[in-house]
């Protein structure tokens, strides 16, 4: 009976400690994206524009009040939103496809909210001008024709690149590169029928970006990627049996279509709200979950909640990186994810192939 | 009875795998399943379980057709282990077996939970193994999780109903004896047993009744010491009468 005694609090300290490193370090990597930018801005002025200038040396420079309330706030709730609600988007494609490869850039899932995004863009007006008409509906509309992409993208995953044994993730990528080629046909087709602003706004955003995010457009995405990760979250119990294969979490009394169901619909609203404000930002999702089961292990009650923080600090700390690096001129986002996320995943896969032969 | 089969047919695409199969499984027995490869056996366990529909037939669960219990019920109600099961990720033994608890509902720290989950990691001899990851342990120790996983499982269960594929597969002798222990202690303590074997000394050994397969039939359904006689394994299998005799338990 000892070791009874002996494992829990080993099995709770481990996520509780990370728990407390990744939020003290998320807790940095916001007040460096407030205080940080092309604009200097001082304690003072960063404490007045969080409502907080009791606590500062008086009163802060109008101006940088404006550009942190206008601009950097904005921008780093984008970040953290995005960063978490990626990471968990990926988790959940990695326990429903039962392979740390699966993500939502790779699977094709963000370019198909990118592909509904586009054609909000340049045809929205046209197509969907009754509803733009209702005041409270417009702001749901971007978002809203995001996740449909998604949605369909997950669909054509789920369908066709899910089948189990040896190969699983050979085909599953490829299904995945499939959905990512007929998603940028689309934004391609969108683009070229669009005017040269449009173009300029989507060619960055495509990029992954929130140099363009604003508050009005910022809360219908916050309140849907709210919405996700909560659902997301609370299937971590079910997510842990999945890893044992479909048949033996329908005998262990997990109904498989439904959660299947139910994680597809999840994950579209997720990337779908987080590509509406961002463009598509690569690896996150793979990178993240990655790297937290490396610290605590692959249960989903740590590794969800964990995979949100660690998000949200990847995706922050990705965004200053990208802001400071080329000053007066910035990287986009979804570069910098790609630079760090890309030779990690190729990494991956090799670990992968050798575990195959 | 526990779990009844009358007259069910069952395909695997357009093929019959089993046809007209009756059978009443009570409680306190264990049942051996053995025949040759193909012969329909884990098909009728996957059937038996749920997993598979029949084309034609009843399926009873303690009286009740099983296509109208939920997946909820029915695992708490019977406890599978299909053949090869496999994890993804690095799941610890501990963490596997845990999972048994699931569908009843107990946490893990709960003490009841701890007791089931502790029993079975050292009936399955898996103290030491119990923090490593399953997906780094040899094909017998990753078997023998699963089987601990399926005991927590079945012995939350008032009345368990154990369904077993090949569960010896990757097992050493001493391993196999221990599970033929296990199971039989379970079905002393009023459980159901139904278990598909390819040895038929061990089969001997654990089975109050024997059911032997072919083609998609019951060939054979009695004490083990009855049916297994050389003449009738040579038939089945396919084998000369000095081979069949060998295989055949001295006890027969």
């Known amino acids: 009976m000892a070791t009874i005694a002996a494992n829990p609090p080993v099995r709770l300290a481990r996520p509780a400690l990370a728990g407390v490193v990744l939020a003290g370090l998320l807790a940095l990597s916001v007040l460096l994206n407030l205080r940080f930018g092309a604009v200097p801005i001082s304690t003072a002025d960063m404490l007045d524009a969080l409502g907080l200038r009791a606590l500062g040396l008086g009163e802060g420079d109008a101006g940088n009040v404006m550009v942190l309330r206008e601009i950097r706030l904005p921008r780093l709730l984008s970040a953290l939103a995005v960063g978490a609600t990626l990471a968990l988007a990926g988790a959940a494609l990695q326990a429903l496809f039962r392979n740390p490869l699966a993500e939502p850039g790779l699977l094709g899932v963000s370019t198909g909210a990118a592909m509904g995004a586009a054609v909000w863009f340049v045809f929205g007006a046209a197509l969907l001008a009754p509803l733009v008409a209702i005041a409270w509906l417009q702001p749901f509309l971007l978002p809203g024709l995001a996740f449909l992409g998604a949605l369909l993208a997950i669909l054509a995953v789920l369908s066709l690149g899910r089948r189990g044994g040896p190969g699983a993730t050979v085909l599953m990528l490829l299904v995945g590169i499939g959905v990512n080629a007929i998603g940028a046909a689309v934004i391609g087709l969108a683009t070229f029928m669009g005017t040269d602003t449009e173009m300029r706004a989507l060619s960055i955003w495509l990029l992954g970006s929130f140099a363009q995010v604003e508050w009005p457009v910022l809360g219908p995405a916050l309140l849907l990627m709210a919405l996700a990760a909560f659902g997301l979250m609370r299937t971590a119990r079910l997510l842990d049996l999945l890893a044992l294969g479909e048949a033996e979490a329908r005998h262990l009394g997990i109904d498989t279509d439904r959660l299947r169901r139910r994680l597809g619909l999840l994950t579209a609203v997720a990337v779908g709200a987080a590509v509406s404000i961002s463009g598509i930002i690569g690896f996150v999702g793979l990178v993240v979950p990655h790297m937290v089961r490396l610290a605590v292990g692959p249960a989903h009650r740590a590794l969800m909640p964990l995979a949100a923080l660690g998000g949200a600090l990847a995706l922050s700390a990705a965004d200053l990186v990208g802001r400071l690096i080329a000053l007066p001129a910035e990287v986009p986002v979804g570069i910098v994810t790609a630079l760090v996320g890309a030779p990690l995943f190729i990494a991956m896969l090799l670990k992968n192939a050798r575990g195959l032969s | ?252």
């Open chain 2, 1 to 252: 009875m526990r779990i009844e089969a009358r007259d069910i047919h069952v395909r695997r695409g357009a093929n019959p795998v089993l046809s007209g199969v009756t059978l009443a499984f009570a409680a306190g027995e264990v049942v051996a399943l053995a025949g040759p490869n193909g012969a329909g056996k884990s098909t009728l366990l996957d059937t038996l379980c749920g997993e598979l529909l029949p084309s034609r037939g009843e399926l009873l669960l303690d009286g009740e057709p099983l296509a109208q219990v939920s997946l909820e019920s029915r695992a708490r109600r019977r406890a599978m282990l299909p053949q090869r099961a496999g994890v993804a990720f690095d799941f610890s033994v501990r963490q596997v077996v845990e999972m048994g608890l699931h569908p009843h509902g107990i946490a893990a720290s709960r003490p009841d939970g701890q007791r089931l989950v502790e029993d079975a990691i050292l009936d399955m001899d898996l103290r030491h193994l119990a923090a490593r990851p399953v997906t780094r342990l040899s094909g017998g120790e990753q078997q023998r999780a699963h089987i601990a996983r399926i005991l927590v499982q079945a012995r939350a269960m008032e009345r368990p109903l154990l369904l077993l594929d090949e569960p010896t597969g990757g097992l050493d002798y001493r391993h196999q004896f221990a599970l033929a222990d296990v199971l039989r202690r379970a079905a002393r303590n009023g459980a159901t047993v139904i278990v598909s074997l390819h040895d038929l000394a061990l089969a001997a050994r654990v089975a109050d009744r024997l059911l032997l397969m072919e083609s998609g039939a019951i060939v054979g359904d009695g004490p083990p010491a009855e049916l297994l006689t050389a003449e009738r394994i040579a038939g089945l299998y396919g084998l000369d009468s000095r081979s069949a005799a060998g295989l055949v338990p001295q006890a027969a």
